[in-house]
Nanobody, 125 residues
Framework: VQLVESGGGMVQAGGSLRLSCGVS????????MGWFRQFPGKDREFVGA????????QYADFVKGRFTLSRDDAKGTVYLQMNSLNTADTAVYYC???????????????????WGQGTQVNVSS
């Protein structure tokens, strides 16, 4: 299974970005997907997760309604729409996959089997 993130970049505070994570190699529709972010010198931090069928999502408290997860099984892609970005959101963002058609809320990075390479998000004031 290969995961490739895209969509990162630089944005001003208050702006928006949409991150994409393309998944190839196995049956995408049987995977629960998660997003994490990592600050320099810190462990990866849970951002959100979406179930294998897209019916359920869960977000970290700091998201506060600003981010939205979705997935397009036909394209093998999961999206993280990020709105109202602030400088504290500056980080490398990673997507991760875990085979699961049951539970989907896996907030620990050790709970995922596959990872993308990460995409940098920079929010300027």
């Amino acid at each position: 299974v290969q995961l490739v993130e895209s969509g990162g970049g630089m944005v001003q505070a208050g702006g928006s970005l949409r991150l994409s994570c393309g998944v190839s190699g196995r049956t995408f529709s049987s995977y629960a997907m998660g997003w994490f972010r990592q600050f320099p010198g810190k462990d990866r931090e849970f951002v959100g997760a979406i179930s294998w069928n897209g019916a359920r999502t869960q977000y970290a408290d700091f998201v506060k309604g600003r981010f939205t997860l979705s997935r397009d099984d036909a394209k093998g892609t999961v999206y993280l729409q990020m709105n109202s970005l602030n400088t504290a959101d500056t980080a490398v963002y990673y997507c991760a996959a875990r085979a699961s058609t049951g539970g989907f809320y896996f907030p620990g990075d050790y709970e995922y089997d596959y990872w993308g390479q990460g995409t940098q998000v920079n929010v300027s004031s």
